[in-house]
Antibody, heavy 120, light 109 residues
């Protein structure tokens, strides 16, 4: 069964960074772009960016430029999202989401989400 | 960046009702429009991609239509398990940019 399994909840202080992992199983990891989407409490969905697992190339949303780093380790089929200089308004659930492919430009598989709480 | 609007922001309907949600893009996005369902405490789930294609395994009471800037998502006969928030999403391929609509919360009357 194809699934994305994310790392557990994190509590961080303002100013530090957090790194969330997303492990793919049951599928060819490198064949699909991996996106990151976040959702603040009681808010909508916000796209953060994507990584091409094959090349490592990344694209980030403008508002996260300079603060977010997306990487991957193909040997263990895992993608990572690191967000730095955390602020209280970064408190959110962070999701990884797989893009279906050239014939399905949509997010057809999602991780379970990782709650990141930023609090002093 | 492309902006997405959805209406209504919430609706309440009876079981068996036909429910429609509209999504409008600030510029022409062809058919690069997807619809997701999100239940409380869960990850979103893809229902419709490329404006009108039903994702595998999704019940046929869900449908989508439209192109360009105006899109519609419809539940032909509302069921209790359809209580959720529905989001439209545009995907700009060059350069890659993704924007979600603000969501529509659907409740049972």
């Amino acid at each position: 069964q194809v699934q994305l399994v994310q790392s557990g909840a994190e509590v961080k202080k303002p100013g530090v960074s957090v790194k969330v992992s997303c492990k793919a199983s049951g599928d060819t990891f490198s064949d699909h772009y991996m996106h990151w989407v976040r959702q603040a409490p009681a808010q909508g969905l916000e796209w953060m960016g994507r990584i091409n697992p094959k090349s490592g190339d990344t694209i980030h949303a403008h508002r996260f430029q300079g603060r977010v780093t997306m990487t991957r380790d193909t040997s263990i089929s895992t993608a990572y999202m690191e967000l730095g200089s955390l602020r209280s308004d970064d408190t959110a659930v962070y999701y990884c989401a797989r893009e279906g492919g050239y014939d399905k430009v949509a997010f057809d598989l999602w991780g379970q989400g990782t709650m990141v709480t930023v609090s002093s | 960046d492309i902006q997405m609007t959805q209406s209504p922001s919430s609706l309440s309907a009876s079981v068996g009702d036909r429910v429609s949600i509209t999504c409008q893009a600030s510029q022409d996005i062809s058919n690069y429009l997807n619809w997701y369902q999100q239940k409380p405490g869960k990850a979103p789930k893809l229902l419709i991609y490329d404006a009108s294609n039903l994702e595998t395994g999704v019940p046929s009471r869900f449908s989508g239509s439209g192109s360009g800037t105006d899109f519609t998502f419809t539940i032909s006969s509302l069921r209790p398990e359809d209580i959720a928030t529905y989001y439209c999403q545009q995907y700009d391929v060059v350069p890659p940019r993704v924007t979600f609509g603000p969501g529509t919360k659907v409740d049972i009357k």
